[in-house]
């Protein structure tokens, strides 16, 4: 077997190598990354009118949709459970400040996808993504000897769900923290909501991601063609 190359593959796959020849994965600190949530809005319900091996295969075909484009990001899926998908950027690779733009952009293609995703057994249906998205300190490692996960802890972790949680069905719901980090950068739209009970953490002014400024023809864009969405995102689930 020949030697694994760090240079060539970077951290995040040493982990696994080093998992592979069974040696300690040390907990690291990670200063600043963001974190991205998502459900699926009206969940509970759909499994309830759906077989088992229904919501499998449509699982399966979103996760297969979330993960294609997730590659073309430098960001890492953390762990899917059941509806709910985590991905984060900034870590085991560090990457300055980019990781709030890769998730950013990441959260608006996954946002687009879900528009003409078709759930095989209900095709005159929609899922209704809820994203949320922080940024924040966090500490990575593994934890457990069977089955072991590549884990995130700290209140950054907490507080990214909360964004989530508390989010409206097709919407980004961004921190302040995260905005601030997206404003740095330039090129996004973010529009205020407004003041936000978070458990946890009392009232946060939080804002929704809306656009990708437009910097080129393949951009994402806020249009009329978005009226639809912002109708659905106030339909009870």
Do not use: W
């Amino acid at each position: 077997m020949s030697m694994y190359d760090v240079s060539k593959y970077g951290h995040r796959r040493s982990v696994a190598v080093q998992l592979m020849y069974g040696e300690m994965v040390q907990a690291e600190k990670f200063e600043c990354v963001t974190i991205y949530y998502s459900d699926i809005c009206g969940f509970t319900g759909l499994c309830a009118e759906s077989t088992p091996m229904q919501v499998v295969d449509m699982l399966n075909d979103l996760y297969t949709t979330f993960d294609s484009i997730a590659d073309t990001f430098d960001v890492y899926k953390v762990e899917t459970i059941g509806d709910a998908y985590m991905v984060v950027s900034g870590l085991p690779l560090r990457n300055g400040d980019a990781h709030a733009g890769a998730i950013a952009s990441m959260s608006l293609h996954l946002l687009n996808a879900i528009k003409g995703f078709t759930i095989k057994h209900r095709p005159n249906e929609r899922l209704k993504l809820r994203i949320g998205i922080h940024t924040g300190p966090v500490v990575a490692g593994v934890v457990g000897l069977k089955m072991p996960r590549y884990c995130l802890f700290g209140d950054t972790v907490n507080t990214a769900s909360r964004m989530e949680s508390t989010g409206i069905a097709f919407t980004i719901h961004c921190s302040p923290q995260c905005r601030e980090l997206l404003d740095r950068d330039g090129g996004y739209l973010l529009e205020p909501r407004g003041p936000v009970s978070v458990k946890g953490k009392g009232e946060m002014f939080t804002y929704f991601l809306v656009a990708k400024c437009p910097d080129n023809n393949n951009s994402l864009l806020h249009t009329k063609e978005d009226e639809e969405e912002k109708k659905l995102r106030f339909r009870p689930d």
